[in-house]
């Protein structure tokens, strides 16, 4: 097993108050929490998991020491890194390996483990480049080799002080949504999966799995504003998540949260311009790159998602997490202010962080930087922003690569693509020369380092 660096969280006692770096209150008075007593937000007073994995790599680019103590998200992405398989890149830690060292790091205080769970039948029905090892058919498969043995494992962690965090099936249940017939953006995969409702059964067994386990809260992605932010995916969506919520032997109880814009780069507040500006009497929203979508960034799509999912019968305390890992837009080319006022295109262009040619770009964007550092309880109705991604490790390959790993190529990662329906039929904005998807990209780290906002100090 790989062995972490030594990484530590210092705490100190303060007025009667242990308090953990960054992630706030940990006791009161001499009382600690521990896993088992279930908590509303579980970021609150606990540290959080450092991939040793991720670290090591990180440690290891020039400038990365500065960021390799920071906590990113463990992804079971195939039912063979259950129990590690001894990659060249991804070490050979499995998830029973993670955990105890997650145990270790804890020693005995409330520590969140966050694990994303990312392997669905026909999973990213319209992203060849995370394609799975699973056909659109294999619904037994996933929940008897993949969602119990990892439930089986963390049962076995229940009693300890961890607080598992997990992260339910990226970029699935939207794509039913928006990528299926009569859209222009469908795609046959997507109208397969909506017909045999093997996404919805799916994540319907791994939150009533995952979610009977005492020290487990589950947090269902949700896409991202730049995905479901306009009126005809916004409610579709939440009325899915519903959904699935009460199937395959789930209750909306299983769900603690929801995370949104999980290994995707739109930028967590923009504030040089609002949905209810205008200019010269048109509307942001009229503006080509906002596209009529109701919201501009993820902090305030995060906490209307939030109000719609506790209207149709989510927990009204249910909470959000953000991706921080990629959104922070920094470096030279970060505006200082609105653009100008000659017209709305000018005025949003010229003073928005997010520099993606489109915002349905999603693979290795050029020009992208770390974002905030994961915060516990940064504001209302947000547990979290996090790095479920781990910076640094691609998207998917700029080229075709053969693998073993059920990963395919996908255009939106080749930096001369010109696009389809999905983004607008813009070029890609990918960075050249990556890896497959999972894989360390040195290139993009050391972008993402250049361009962090807040700056790296």
């Not at 992630?23 to 929490?33: E, I």
């Not at 009325?239 to 814009?261: C, K, M, R, W």
């Not at 000018?346 to 930087?369: K, L």
């Not at 790095?387 to 395919?408: A, L, Q, T």
Request: glycine share 10%; with cysteine; hydrophobic share 35%.
């Amino acid at each position: 097993m790989t062995k972490n660096r030594a990484v530590k969280r210092t705490r100190w006692v303060r007025g009667g108050l242990a308090v953990a770096a960054g992630f706030g209150l940990v006791l009161s008075g001499s009382h600690a929490l521990s896993a088992a007593e279930r908590v509303d937000n579980p970021y609150v007073g606990a540290d959080v998991y450092v991939n040793p994995i991720w670290s090591a790599n990180a440690a290891a680019e020039p400038g990365g020491e500065a960021v390799a103590d920071e906590p990113t998200g463990v992804w079971m992405d195939r039912i063979g890194a259950i129990e590690g398989n001894d990659s060249p890149t991804t070490g050979d830690m499995g998830l029973r390996d993670h955990l105890d060292e997650a145990v270790e790091q804890a020693a005995g205080e409330p520590l969140v483990f966050q694990l994303v769970v990312y392997n669905l039948p026909g999973r990213d029905c319209a992203a060849l480049a995370s394609n799975g090892e699973l056909g659109p058919d294999e619904i037994d498969r996933y929940e008897s080799e993949y969602i119990d043995p990892i439930a089986e494992i963390l049962a076995d962690y229940e009693d300890t002080s961890l607080r598992v965090v997990t992260t339910i099936e990226i970029d699935s249940l939207p794509n039913l949504v928006t990528n299926v017939s009569p859209r222009e953006t469908a795609t046959p995969e997507c109208d397969e999966m909506l017909e045999n409702g093997n996404y919805v059964n799916g994540v319907g067994y791994a939150l009533g799995k995952l979610g009977a386990i005492e020290n487990v809260y589950n947090y269902v992605d949700a896409g991202h504003h730049g995905w479901i932010g306009w009126e005809d995916n916004f409610s579709a969506s939440a009325q899915l998540f519903y959904e699935a919520a009460n199937t395959n032997g789930a209750s909306p109880d299983d769900v603690h949260g929801f995370i949104a814009n999980t290994a995707n780069y739109s930028a967590l507040e923009e504030d040089n311009f609002a949905v209810t500006d205008q200019v010269n009497g048109t509307s942001v929203r009229e503006s080509q790159w906002v596209d009529w979508n109701n919201y501009t960034d993820e902090l305030s799509f995060s906490q209307a998602l939030r109000d719609e999912l506790a209207s149709i019968g989510f927990d009204s305390e249910i909470g959000m997490l953000i991706d921080t890992s990629r959104n922070g837009w920094g470096g030279p080319d970060r505006p200082a202010g609105p653009g100008p006022e000659t017209d709305v295109d000018a005025y949003v262009d010229g003073g928005r962080y997010d520099q993606r040619i489109q915002s349905g770009n999603w693979c290795n964007q050029s020009g992208a930087g770390l974002g905030e550092r994961p915060t516990a309880a940064p504001e209302p109705g947000i547990h979290a922003y996090v790095w479920m991604k781990p910076p640094g490790e691609s998207d998917g390959s700029s080229e075709e690569i053969p693998n073993d790993e059920g990963k395919g190529f996908d255009r939106m990662c080749d930096p001369t693509y010109e696009g389809n329906p999905r983004n607008g039929h813009n070029m890609s904005g990918a960075l050249p020369d990556a890896p497959v998807s999972g894989h360390w990209f040195s290139a993009q780290f050391q972008e993402l380092l250049a361009n962090a906002h807040p700056p790296i100090e």
